[in-house]
C-alpha cells in the first residue's frame, strides 16, 4: 500500500485558515486521497476525498497537486471544534475500507 | 438515524477472562469493520464482514480473536484468555460499498479495554 507523510504537529489560531499537508509520493494512479480526523476521545471522521481534481464540502477543501503526489487539506477559519488529529489515508485498488492509518497531524487550534 | 454505536464504552478486566464487544452499524449499511487502537497511534484494520460474510483478517487477529455478524446487522467482537497487550480502543466502524477507493466509513465512539 502506497504510504502518506505527514507533520507530526501543527498549530493554528482561531478564526485563521490552516493548511495541513500530506505528501504520497508513490501513490498510483488508481488510489483515492481520503482524509479523516478524529477528536479526542472519538472515532475518527470522515472530512473529504478525492481522485485528481480539487474538492470542498461543508467541512474542508482539499487542493491536489497536478502530479498527485501531495495534497493539502484546507480548513478555511479554524474553530477550537477543529482541534483533532488529520489522517491522510490513501485508498484504491483492492482496498476494501481497511484503511491504513499513519499517526497523522495533531492540529492544535488557539483561541 | 444516531450513528454507529458500542457497547460498552469501557471494559476493566483481569488478565485471562474474556470479553466481548458489540457494534449496531448504521442500519443501511453493509459493511461493517474493526479495528484497534493504542494511544498515540492510529487505528489498525483487524477485519471486516460484507453483510454476514467475514470477508478479511488482518494478522492482528490472534486466534484468541473472534468476530461475528450472524444477521448481517450487529456484529460482536471478543476476546478470550484476555493479556495486557491487549489494553486498547476497539472501534467498529460501518460503510456502504461504493466502489474501490469511495469508500467512506462512519466510525463509533469505541470501547476502551482495560487488561489489569
Known amino acids: 500500500d502506497a504510504k502518506t507523510t505527514q507533520p507530526n504537529s501543527m498549530e493554528s489560531n482561531e478564526e485563521e485558515p490552516v493548511h495541513l499537508p500530506c505528501n504520497h509520493s508513490t501513490i498510483s494512479g488508481t488510489d483515492y486521497i481520503h482524509w479523516y480526523r478524529q477528536l479526542p476521545s472519538q472515532g475518527p471522521e470522515y472530512v473529504i476525498h478525492?481522485?485528481?481534481s480539487n474538492v470542498n464540502n461543508r467541512m474542508a477543501s482539499l487542493a491536489i497537486a497536478e502530479d498527485r503526489k501531495s495534497s493539502t487539506l484546507i480548513l478555511h477559519r479554524a474553530t477550537l471544534r477543529d482541534a483533532a488529529v488529520y489522517y491522510c489515508i490513501l485508498t484504491g485498488g483492492g482496498s476494501q475500507g481497511n484503511l491504513i492509518f499513519g499517526k497523522g497531524t495533531k492540529l492544535s487550534v488557539k483561541p | 438515524d444516531t450513528g454507529v454505536s458500542q457497547d460498552p464504552r469501557h471494559k476493566i478486566t483481569k488478565r485471562g477472562q474474556n470479553v466481548t464487544f458489540r457494534c449496531d452499524p448504521i442500519?443501511?449499511?453493509?459493511?461493517l469493520y474493526w479495528y484497534r487502537q493504542t494511544l498515540g497511534q492510529g487505528p489498525e484494520f483487524l477485519t471486516y464482514?460484507?453483510?454476514?460474510?467475514?470477508?478479511?483478517k488482518s494478522r492482528l487477529l490472534s486466534d484468541r480473536f473472534s468476530a461475528e455478524r450472524p444477521k448481517g446487522s450487529f456484529s460482536t467482537l471478543e476476546i478470550q484468555r484476555t493479556e495486557q497487550g491487549d489494553s486498547a480502543m476497539y472501534l467498529c466502524?460501518?460503510?456502504?460499498?461504493?466502489?474501490?477507493?469511495?469508500?467512506?466509513?462512519?466510525f463509533g465512539s469505541g470501547t476502551q479495554l482495560s487488561v489489569l
Open positions: 478525492g481522485l485528481t
Open positions: 466502524a460501518s460503510s456502504n460499498a461504493n466502489g474501490p477507493g469511495r469508500e467512506k466509513l462512519f
Open positions: 464482514f460484507q453483510n454476514e460474510a467475514q470477508l478479511e
Open positions: 442500519s443501511e449499511h453493509n459493511r
